[in-house]
């Protein structure tokens, strides 16, 4: 049956070739260079829709528009009573791509997928180091090379991983994109030519769009896989046409040179809308912006004084002013999107009256702050400088005099880690795997101090919620726990949320079957171009 | 009237040390005005002067103060515009007007800092380079071709991420580029100037190297120097503008005229004058200067004086 | 002329090993990290960040460093650009042509337009002609490139949509990269329409870069020529009653080369920042962008390895113009 289609679909491609005028050609106007295309290798978004979304495939996958896990390589999956073994049950007939620089003579097995692993794991794989300079950021970020106990081949089609501990979210981390399958038959081909580089150049995977070219800092090529085990896309050809300024892709776009494009200016959307041509998908981002205090030094080791800051400042005029309306002010470190969302918990209110109030009752007098801007934009904070221009006028309302600062980025991020930080600071998140840990842990834990938790807060009541909430594998359970941990925080105001932004995609009116990803993807496959 | 005082000031100290300034100072006014574009573009230059020195008084609001209820305005000519925001307002509801005239501030600073650093210390470099000639020389001069060998914009650039974003930093990046011009030019004029007769003479009436350097020979070099000085400067504003464009120069809120260009670039679809009005400001500034400098090259430059 | 070659390359010599150590040692001075800049938000452990550094060399004496470095340049190893892992030399020469191609045409434009309004301003001196053309000029001068790009770009491809936005070509043409210069290629290619594309895309980024040495190109070829034409042998060779056009093409403007070939050779230097700015604004894949990215990446290797690079080329074209110069004007080689 499944060949039959994949037949079929091969056919109608080569119909479909033979009359240049009828292929589809879809442009996507990408917002920068894709670092490489092993996406094990890189953190950028760029690469991930370069490489992982259209090349490759992994064992399970996020189903579209959401964050929940669907079967994607891996047909079915069994979790061990003890939550420790992990058994998947491969697809079976999936093939890999034929292309101008490889043909593959066998169809994907467990061989691959320990490969693809054991190559990000095995500091003595020949492929761990197989570019100068190779690290396995996300791998090693989600914790991987201390959760893994083993990886098996059970049998051709079947493997199993074993953890060295209970970890709710590894389902979610195996469907990212870091955990894509390669061909282990291609990689033994290139590093018998000596060619293992290429790896990094020509990728070759299972998903449905196979590499064509890729001309630096300028355009990639792709073709529909014709035997793509989800089926044969609907366009033939998918290109990506690096853009890196968002006005210029606006323009891009307008003319018709490319269907889609990411990040729009916030100032352009009216227009956009108002362009009959154009139609615009809006999705809640899977994110948040925060101002983070040090929570250890006085006076904002106080509540009080915490608590009487974030009624000072006003959201919805940053949301204003720095997303044009586009983002909602946030009140929880999660985003609404995010499962365990509590609806519940109240905003602390813009009210400069009473923040004044509040700071002269808990003693605080003639306070100057520091604040600290980031000098990058991200999709959670546009342009943290001219909502930290908004904070500081907010401010001085109450009589805070605050003072903006800001470093270099690497150096802000370092700097911003230290314990002894004076002031507060302009951050934010985007979420990895959707899980609610990779938020309230990783952002607030204990273990965070120093590192990623920049409000260096340390409440046990919360960790506690979060630690009992990262072992427990009833979901019903976890959400339960992380909704206290949200009120638990609300209570003691570490940070000042501030957004959640919207990802708004503009694209053409004839562009049919794109699903936005929470996770800030952009992945092609199902759409479609009307005319 | 007050226009013939203002550049006798600015050119005695330099231009003339012999008794005859008044003559030699009625020359080059008499080859300056000839020139009527010199003429315009120092008016407007004078313009400038004074705008950015009264802008506390002419400017009808504060460079930073952020109107919440007028956000992104038209120009007052336009629909929707208001007469209280002549040039209308910036995302964050800054009036553009108050910002571009303490933009002016900016940008002559700018000039002023680089240029006088580039001078001081090209014409320092280049009189012991010229002078002393040998391995001080050739060690200079080697130092001054690497400096050449990268493309100045790129050097600055690379310059300020060292130093860190910054307009001091940007400053002092531009001026480092601009060096090399003034040693050169220093350097050459001072090896033609040193074995002319009254070089000689002074030389032998026992002057030391001090004094033959900077009293004797200098002041006879300045005219080249005068006129790469104007170059200089409005190449600074311009080097300047472009660094706070790439997000390297001044740094937001600081109302510069290319940094606000740069933080207002996302709006050039959507609201036209938060991103023509201040390269407008850098074009028309930069014209002007770069006016008066061609008529103080025709006035000063013999060679073409007359031809 | 050997002799005056070879004194030449002596010079070069210390001077690149300056540039060498200049771009070097800045590098060494970026403050912020590129090993943490890796993980971005996401945090990276102590021992993970000293194996990378030990990976990439960081950990090493300054001094080795550089020497490392330079026998690696010496040998055609430029270094490995830490975001993308792949050679700083191979980037370089996939990005290259693109700038080449964009500053050739540029340059092209520059000498085909300011060198006509040049001769014809110095003819006419005086008249409303001359005055219109300098003062456009000096416009042109003071123009800052990068206002003048988004200018352009809101007119011609925003307003009127004459032209496209960014790019070297419609992306519905593919075919494959021989030379590198998508004008010719695009004619190798034989596809219909490629050419045509390829030119409309390259419009807009030459006036840009070309905007500046137009304006010092016409007006380095009014003052020449207004010079030669003051010049007793074409006064009196106008006085032998020859037509203007004969006395200017034939003896004047040739003499008024000289200084002309010498403005155009310095305009290099000035191309390749002003591609910084060109490159930026039209997402024009050269190397002025790359070099751009690159800073704001804090990738080190690409930044030193692009400075050495294009600091070389300069000094290259600088020794050209030399040369050039030397053979047209004995008169400067001893």
């Given amino acids: ?531 | 009237m007050a226009g013939t005082s203002a550049p006798s000031t600015e050119f005695t100290g330099s231009v003339s040390v012999d008794p005859s300034r008044r003559a030699r100072f009625a020359e080059f006014w008499y080859y300056f005005s000839e020139n009527r574009g010199a003429v315009i573009g120092f008016w407007f230059f004078v313009f400038l002067v004074l705008v950015a020195i009264f802008a506390p008084l002419i400017a009808p609001h504060a460079p930073n103060a952020q109107y919440r209820d007028a956000v992104l305005v038209p120009p007052f000519w336009q629909e929707g515009g208001r007469v209280s925001y002549l040039l209308g307002t910036d995302p964050v509801g800054r009036d553009i007007l108050s910002r571009l005239i303490y933009g002016t501030r900016y940008s002559l600073f700018i000039g002023v800092i680089v240029t006088t650093i580039a001078l001081v210390g090209g014409i320092f470099i280049g009189v012991i380079a010229g002078y002393f000639r040998g391995w001080v020389d050739i060690v200079i001069m080697r130092l001054m071709d690497i400096i050449l060998a990268f493309p100045s914009l790129l050097l600055a650039l690379v310059l300020v991420a060292v130093l860190g974003p910054g307009l001091t930093n940007a400053m002092i990046a531009i001026a480092l580029v601009f060096q090399p011009h003034f040693v050169r030019l220093t350097r050459a004029a001072v090896m033609s100037e040193k074995s002319r007769d009254y070089v000689v003479g002074a030389k032998v009436a026992g002057a030391g190297h001090l004094r033959l350097m900077f009293r004797t020979i200098l002041p006879n070099c300045m005219a080249p120097l005068i006129v790469q000085a104007t170059l200089s400067f409005s190449n600074a504003i311009l080097d300047a503008a472009a660094l706070g464009f790439l997000g390297m120069g001044a740094q937001p809120p600081t109302p510069e005229w290319g940094t606000m260009l740069a933080e207002a670039r996302e709006f050039i679809l959507r609201a036209w004058w938060v991103v023509t009005l201040p390269g407008l400001a850098i074009l028309i500034t930069v014209l002007a200067i770069n006016l008066m400098g061609d008529g103080l090259r025709d006035a000063l430059d013999p060679k073409l004086k007359r031809s | 002329m050997f002799r005056f070659l070879l004194g030449r390359i002596a010079v070069l010599i210390p001077t690149f090993i300056g540039v060498s150590i200049i771009a070097f040692s800045f590098i060494r001075m970026l403050p912020g990290d590129p090993v943490a800049l890796l993980s971005g938000e996401r945090v990276m452990s102590a021992e993970r960040h000293a194996e990378i550094s030990h990976q990439l060399g960081f950990d090493r004496p300054i001094v080795i460093q550089y020497l490392d470095y330079l026998w690696g340049v010496l040998r055609g190893d430029f270094g490995t650009s830490i975001s993308t892992k792949s050679p700083v030399l191979d980037q370089f020469f996939q990005l290259f042509p693109a700038t080449l191609e964009l500053s050739l045409c540029a340059i092209i434009f520059a000498v085909v337009i300011g060198i006509p309004a040049g001769v014809f301003a110095a003819i006419k001196r005086g008249s409303f002609f001359d005055q219109l053309t300098m003062g456009t000029a000096l416009i042109g001068f003071s123009m800052p490139i990068f206002w003048w790009g988004l200018l352009l770009i809101i007119l011609f491809s925003g307003v009127l949509q004459w032209t496209p936005v960014s790019g070297r070509i419609s992306l519905m043409y593919f075919f494959p990269n021989v030379t590198g210069f998508m004008l010719i290629d695009s004619l190798i290619s034989g596809e219909p329409g490629a050419f045509k594309s390829a030119v409309s895309h390259l419009i807009l980024p030459t006036i840009v870069l070309g905007t500046i040495p137009l304006a010092v190109i016409a007006r380095q070829t009014r003052s020449a020529m207004l010079e030669v034409l003051s010049e007793d042998y074409v006064r009196t060779a106008r006085a032998k009653g020859l037509s203007t056009l004969r006395v200017v093409g034939v003896h004047a403007l040739r003499n008024a080369m000289i200084p002309v070939i010498t403005t155009i050779g310095l305009q290099v230097g000035v191309m390749l920042a002003g591609a910084i700015l060109t490159e930026t604004i039209f997402s024009w894949p050269g190397i002025g962008k790359w070099m751009v990215d690159s800073v704001f990446r804090r990738d080190y290797p690409v930044i030193q390895g692009g400075l050495l690079i294009i600091a070389g080329l300069i000094m290259l074209v600088n020794l050209i113009v030399d040369l050039l110069y030397g053979l047209v004007n004995p008169r400067i080689r001893h």
């Fill in chain 1, 1 to 531: 049956m499944k060949f039959k289609t994949s037949f079929a679909a091969a056919l109608l491609a080569a119909t479909m070739m033979s009359g240049a005028a009828s292929a589809k050609t879809f442009v996507y106007c990408s917002e920068a260079s894709p670092e490489g295309f092993d996406p094990g290798l890189y953190t950028g978004g760029n690469t991930f829709d370069a490489a992982a979304h259209t090349v490759y495939n992994r064992l399970l996958e996020f189903k579209k528009g959401t964050t929940e896990t669907e079967p994607g390589l891996a047909e079915s999956y069994e979790v061990s009573d003890d939550g420790l073994q992990y058994t998947f049950k491969l697809r079976p007939g999936v093939k890999f791509q034929t292309t101008e620089f490889f043909t593959p003579t066998r169809e994907l097995n467990a061989d691959d997928v320990i490969f693809s692993y054991e190559r990000m794991w095995k500091a003595d794989n020949p492929w761990n180091k197989y570019v100068e300079g190779a690290s396995w950021e996300y791998f090693a970020g989600m914790g991987f090379p201390d959760l893994l106990a083993s990886i098996e081949k059970v049998d051709d089609m079947t493997v199993k991983f074993t953890l060295k501990r209970k970890e709710a979210p590894f389902l979610a981390n195996v469907a990212m994109p870091f955990a894509s399958i390669l061909s282990k038959e291609y990689a033994d081909k290139l590093q018998a030519d000596g060619k293992m580089n290429q790896m990094n150049q020509m990728p070759l995977g299972t998903g449905p769009f196979a590499f064509v070219a890729y001309q630096q800092d300028a355009v990639i090529r792709y073709k529909a896989n014709p035997d793509y085990w989800g089926g044969k896309q609907k366009i033939d050809d998918l290109v990506f046409a690096i853009t890196t300024d968002a006005s210029v892709r606006y323009q891009k776009l307008k003319a018709g040179e490319c269907h889609l494009m990411p990040y729009p200016n916030a100032a352009d959307v009216e227009a956009m809308k108002a362009d009959p041509n154009l139609k615009i998908a809006e999705q809640e981002g899977l994110n948040v912006a925060y101002l983070a205090f040090n929570t250890t030094q006085p006076p904002f080791d106080k509540v009080e004084v915490r608590k009487a800051l974030s009624m000072a400042i006003n959201k919805q005029a940053i949301v204003d002013g720095v997303f044009q309306g586009f983002a909602t002010p946030a009140k929880n470190p999660i985003p609404p999107t995010m499962w365990s969302y509590n609806d519940a918990v109240e905003d602390d209110k813009y009210d400069p009256e009473a923040a004044k109030a509040a700071l002269e009752a808990a003693g605080v007098k003639d306070l100057s702050m520091k604040i600290w801007a980031m000098p990058v934009a991200r999709p959670y904070m546009l342009n943290a400088r001219r909502a930290a221009e908004l904070m500081q006028s907010d401010l001085d309302k109450i009589g805070v005099k605050a003072e903006i600062v800001s470093y270099e980025w690497a150096e802000y991020l370092d700097k911003s880690r230290a314990k002894d930080r004076d002031g507060a600071v302009i951050l934010g998140w985007t979420g990895d795997n959707g899980d609610p840990d990779n938020f309230l842990d990783t952002l607030l834990g204990c273990d965070a101090v120093g590192g990623n938790n920049r409000a260096m807060w340390c409440d046990k009541e919360f960790d506690d919620l979060v630690t009992k909430a990262k072992e427990a594998s009833d979901q019903a359970e976890r959400t339960k726990l992380y909704e206290e941990a949200q009120v638990v925080f609300k209570k003691q105001a570490p940070w000042v949320t501030i957004d959640h932004s919207l990802s708004i995609v503009p694209m053409r009116k004839n562009v049919e079957g794109f699903v936005q990803s929470p996770l800030g993807d952009f992945a092609f496959d199902g759409v479609d171009i009307v005319e």
